[in-house]
Each structure stands twice: as C-alpha cells, then as structure tokens.
C-alpha cells in the first residue's frame, strides 16, 4: 500500500556484492558516473552495523501506482 493507501509498494530484492580488492571499489567509482551506485560498509561483528543493515533492507522498497 502506498502514501495514504493509494497505490501500492513493491519491496526490490537487493543482491549485494562482496567487494574483496581495491579494483573492484575503483570500478565502482568510475561506474558510478554512469549509474547510481551504493556502498555499505558492513561490519558482521558490529551490532550497530547489522541493525543498520537491516533497517536498510527492510525499508527499501519502491512505490509503484
């Protein structure tokens, strides 16, 4: 459902990508003036970064009419 109950809300499923060399952040960067990019720098023992992670999930989503 969307803003007021117009309309409705379909949720996007995020495929993230574990980004292991310097390269790969460099490509992104230059990708990135094409194209909208997001890095998030997850930290798997911080609880902090977990729950901003989830919210994160949770609240993406794209309103469609």
């Known amino acids: 459902m969307g ?3 117009f ?3 379909q949720k996007l499923h995020l495929e993230w990508e ?3 060399e310097e390269s790969s952040i ?3 960067i230059k990708l990135s003036f094409d194209i909208p990019v997001l890095l998030f720098k997850h930290s798997t023992r911080c609880s902090v970064s977990f729950m ?3 919210n994160f999930e949770k609240d993406w989503s794209l309103g469609v009419d």
């Open 26 to 28: 460099e490509e992104l």
């Open 7 to 9: 309309g409705s809300v």
């Open 52 to 54: 901003a992670l989830e």
């Open 18 to 20: 574990i980004l292991t």
């Open 3 to 5: 803003l007021f109950g």
